[in-house]
């Protein structure tokens, strides 16, 4: 995360793992990435992961709220090693992992295009309409705020599928930077992105309403098989 020179936002941890021949787990690591389907789904889960848990306004928040539940510890801790508690707080080391998560995707975006070849870094913004009576699936992750927006090689397809809440159905896809996905279906298996996507995925209901039925368990009757 940082406080090592060795493990900058800049660093590249691809080099040692195709620099080592011996460790197995390297040996499995570069076998594993010359089967096709693994590495589109190793591309797409990266991607997906950063853009949503490991982003800066995701990340940050974590770290802050472990780096305050420490403090009454790092409090006793510095005063028992004679250690400056406000450097602590403000010091080299907590600033390093926080520049650390504001500046690592960029740079491990960088060093996966050049060593794997999976192309440009484009930019595709979801929506469902009406708003909030649907969501997409991308990949492994499921979007449900409107005009949500992530970054995706363009040489690794991705995979949309649009999911109705119930009492809706899906009635198609509108795009202006991709007019032929009116044509497809719910799920998209295989999608190459363009430069600047934007897809929107169109729900319907006959009644406008949508259907918040509950079934509510008002008795059980458990010696009914006695």
Same mark, same amino acid.
């Given at each position: 995360m940082g406080m090592y020179s060795d493990n900058r936002p800049q660093s590249n941890p691809l080099e040692s793992i195709h620099n080592d021949s011996l460790s197995y787990l390297a040996i499995f690591y570069k076998e594993l990435l010359n089967n096709d389907v693994f590495n589109r789904q190793y591309a797409n889960r990266f991607a997906d992961l950063m853009n949503t848990i490991?982003?800066?306004?995701?990340?940050?928040p974590i770290f802050d709220k472990l780096k305050n539940e420490m403090q009454? &510890?790092?409090?006793?801790?510095? =005063?028992?090693? +004679?250690m400056s508690y406000n450097g602590w707080l403000s010091g080299s080391n907590t600033s390093r992992i926080s520049d650390f998560i504001k500046e690592r995707s960029p740079y491990m975006r960088s060093f996966l295009r050049e060593r794997?070849?999976? *192309?440009?870094? =484009?930019?595709?913004?979801?929506?469902?309409s009406p708003e *909030?009576? *649907?969501?997409i699936k991308l990949n492994t992750i499921t979007i449900t705020d409107n005009n949500w927006q992530g970054l995706y090689f363009d040489s690794i397809p991705v995979a949309i599928e649009a999911i109705p809440n119930p009492g809706f159905e899906f009635v198609g896809w509108e795009s202006p930077t991709s007019p032929s996905l009116a044509d497809s279906g719910r799920i998209i298996h295989t999608y190459y992105l363009k430069s600047f996507d934007n897809i929107k995925a169109l729900f319907y209901s006959p009644s406008?309403?949508?259907d918040t039925l509950d079934i509510a368990?008002?008795?059980? +009757?458990?010696?009914?098989? &006695?």
């Open positions: 490991f982003l800066e306004s995701e990340y940050l009454i &510890e790092m409090y006793r801790h510095c =005063d028992r090693w +004679n794997y070849q999976w *192309g440009a870094n =484009d930019t595709l913004v979801l929506s469902v *909030g009576k *649907g969501r406008g309403i949508e368990i008002t008795e059980f +009757n458990y010696r009914e098989w &006695e």
